[in-house]
């Protein structure tokens, strides 16, 4: 798949020839379930604390990278590119971003609710504590692989 896209777009890559291969979600069934949002749906962000890049030791992305997103069998299905990143914490999160987040009923109080829930289990797995102040990666990106997902 990579080198598909490297063969389609050497601009991109040679810009940017940095990428990860992973998944949405911390489970194979929400892996499965946020990919589906990502290539029939409206999902073009995504947040992840910064304290989860630092635990996988991974720095957090920058503008122009990729990741390949796997689903939940851990096949790679599409190729990201991140066109904005920022870091900020809970309360910082907007209505625009829980729209672009494009998860549950795409709003900000939907998102806070769900984000909460999938933080503290994401910390406790790590023997962590989640805070509302811990610091959030909110990134958004664009899909640029496979040709007949790709945003325009």
């Known amino acids: 798949m990579w080198s ?6 050497p601009e991109a890559v040679n810009l940017c020839p ?16 946020l990919l589906r949002e990502v290539t029939h749906g409206q999902k073009r962000a995504t947040s ?3 304290a989860e890049f630092a635990a996988r030791g991974e720095a ?10 796997c689903d939940g069998a851990g096949i790679p299905r599409v190729i990201l590119r991140s066109v904005e990143l ?19 009923d795409r ?17 406790a797995a790590r023997g962590a504590v989640w805070q509302e102040s ?4 909110f990134e958004r990106f664009r899909v640029v692989w496979p040709p007949e ?4």
Do not use: M, N
């Not at 709003?107 to 910390?123: I, M, N």
């Open 4 to 9: 598909q896209y490297s063969d389609s777009h």
């Open 18 to 33: 940095e990428y990860t291969v992973e998944h949405f979600g911390d489970s194979a069934a929400l892996a499965d379930l």
């Open 48 to 50: 992840e604390l910064a």
């Open 60 to 69: 957090i992305p920058r503008v122009g990278s990729h990741w390949i997103a």
């Open 86 to 104: 920022r870091l900020g914490g809970f309360d910082s999160a907007d209505v625009a971003f829980a729209w672009d987040e494009g998860e549950d």
């Open 107 to 123: 709003s900000l109080e939907s998102w806070r609710t769900e984000h909460r829930k999938y933080w503290q289990r994401g910390c």
């Open 134 to 137: 811990d610091e959030i990666v």
């Open 149 to 152: 997902l790709a945003d325009a």
